[in-house]
C-alpha cells in the first residue's frame, strides 16, 4: 500500500512537471512564499528496509536545493523575516524558509555546513526531552523491533497478533500496518504504552536513539550563537497535541519555551507542531499558540504561504522534502503550488 502512495505521487508529480502544468498553475497558487519542512540531512543509508526514509534527505540535496532556489530569485528568509512580510503584506519578491525539525546531530554536522556556506538563515525546532535524554523517538523503536526480528507478537485491540517480517517486503507492510494502527489509537499514551511494551519483549532501548542521534543542549547553543539561526519550541516530549487534554498540551507548549529560555537565554517565538497533521493540531491548538505569545506557528498540513495566512499565523503550512522524492524538478512542483492546490482542493487556508 505504501509503495503504490509512493507511484500515485512521483506519477503525480511528474505528470505536473513533463506537461508544463506547474507553470501556468503557478501564478494562480504560487502564494507568497513556502515553508520547507526537514529532519534528517546525512549521507544515504544502504539498508535496504528504510520505513522512516522520508524524513531524511542527502547533503547533496540540500545543497543543490539551495542553488536552485537562489537562481530561481527566490529569497530565502528566518521566520522573523517571513513574519513581517507575511503581516506587511510585503510581496516583492517569493521567499522560502528552511526548518528542520526535532534537533538531529546531523543537522549540526551535515546540514549547518551547507546552509553556512550559503549563508541561508533556518530554524530548528527543538523538543526539549530530546536534549534532555528523556525523550521517545518511538518511530525509530518501532523500526527497529521489526528490522532485528523475523516475526512479531503484539496485541491489538485485545487480541493476540503475529506479524511475519522475514523479508524487506514483509518488513515493510507490518512497519505500515503497526504504524497506522498506533496512530489511529485515541490517546498519546495508548501509543507510547504500545511502544514501550513492544520495544521491552524485543530488548530494543529506547533511550538510545536521543542518545544517539539527537543533539545535546551545548550543541544546539553552538548552533544558536549564528544569528543564521533561530531556535523554536517543538514541546517537551513530542506529543500529538491534539490526542492530549488541553491543560497537558498548553503545559507542553509552555514549558517547551521556557526550558528553551532557560537553556539558551532566549524565550523561542516560533512553533512547530509535533507530527503536524490534521489529527495531530487542530483549532484548540491554534489558538493555545496564540496565547502562549508565539509569532508563529507550524504545521505539516500541505502548502504554500498566501496574504490570507497573516490571519492565521499559528496555523502555517509547510512542504516537506522528502527523502523518498529527492528531485528538484519536483521540488519546483512543489514550490509552484500546483500540488498541494490541489490536495487541498484550491482553497488557500486550511486553519480548521
Not at 6 to 35: C, D, M, N, Q
Request: net charge positive.
Amino acid at each position: 500500500m505504501a509503495g503504490l502512495k509512493k507511484a500515485i505521487l512521483r506519477t503525480g508529480f511528474e505528470a505536473l512537471y513533463f506537461s508544463g502544468s506547474h507553470r501556468w498553475l503557478r501564478p494562480f497558487v504560487a502564494g507568497i512564499g513556502a515553508i520547507l519542512t526537514l529532519h534528517h540531512v546525512r549521507p544515504p543509508r544502504r539498508d535496504a528496509f528504510q520505513p522512516n526514509r522520508l524524513l531524511e534527505v542527502t547533503p547533496a540535496f540540500l545543497d543543490a536545493v539551495i542553488v536552485r532556489l537562489r537562481r530561481a530569485g527566490i529569497d530565502l528568509v528566518s521566520l522573523d523575516e517571513m513574519h513581517r512580510r507575511l503581516t506587511a503584506a510585503d510581496r516583492s519578491r517569493r521567499f522560502v524558509c528552511l526548518t528542520f525539525d526535532d534537533g538531529y546531530r546531523d543537522n549540526l554536522e551535515y546540514a549547518f555546513p551547507i546552509l553556512k556556506k550559503h549563508e541561508v538563515p533556518f530554524a530548528l525546532y527543538i523538543a526539549t526531552s530530546f536534549p534532555d535524554r528523556l525523550g521517545e523517538l518511538w518511530w525509530l523503536a518501532l523500526e527497529a523491533v521489526i528490522a532485528r526480528n523475523s516475526r512479531i507478537g503484539l496485541v491489538v485491540e485485545g487480541e493476540d497478533r503475529n506479524f511475519d517480517c522475514r523479508t524487506t517486503a514483509e518488513k515493510r507492510d507490518v512497519y505500515e500496518a503497526i504504524y497506522w494502527w498506533l496512530r489511529r489509537l485515541p490517546g498519546e499514551d495508548d501509543l507510547r504504552h504500545a511502544v514501550r511494551d513492544l520495544a521491552t519483549r524485543y530488548q530494543v532501548d529506547v533511550a538510545a536513539f536521543c542518545r544517539d542521534l539527537c543533539m545535546t543542549w551545548s550543541e544546539i547553543e553552538e548552533l544558536a550563537r549564528d544569528p543564521l539561526v533561530t531556535i523554536g519550541a517543538h514541546t517537551v516530549n513530542h506529543v500529538r497535541l491534539a490526542k492530549v487534554a488541553e491543560k497537558t498540551a498548553r503545559a507542553e507548549m509552555r514549558q517547551s519555551a521556557a526550558v528553551i529560555e532557560s537553556a539558551l537565554g532566549r524565550r523561542p517565538m516560533h512553533l512547530a507542531y509535533p507530527v503536524g497533521d490534521a489529527t495531530s493540531a487542530g483549532p484548540r491548538e491554534f489558538a493555545i499558540a496564540r496565547e502562549l505569545g508565539f509569532k508563529t506557528a507550524v504545521t505539516t498540513r500541505p502548502g504554500v504561504l498566501f496574504p490570507e495566512h497573516r490571519a492565521h499565523p499559528t496555523a502555517l503550512p509547510r512542504i516537506s522534502l522528502n527523502g523518498e522524492y529527492q528531485q528538484l524538478r519536483y521540488v519546483e512542483v512543489l514550490l509552484s503550488g500546483a500540488a498541494t492546490a490541489m490536495v487541498n482542493k484550491f482553497r488557500r487556508v486550511d486553519a480548521a
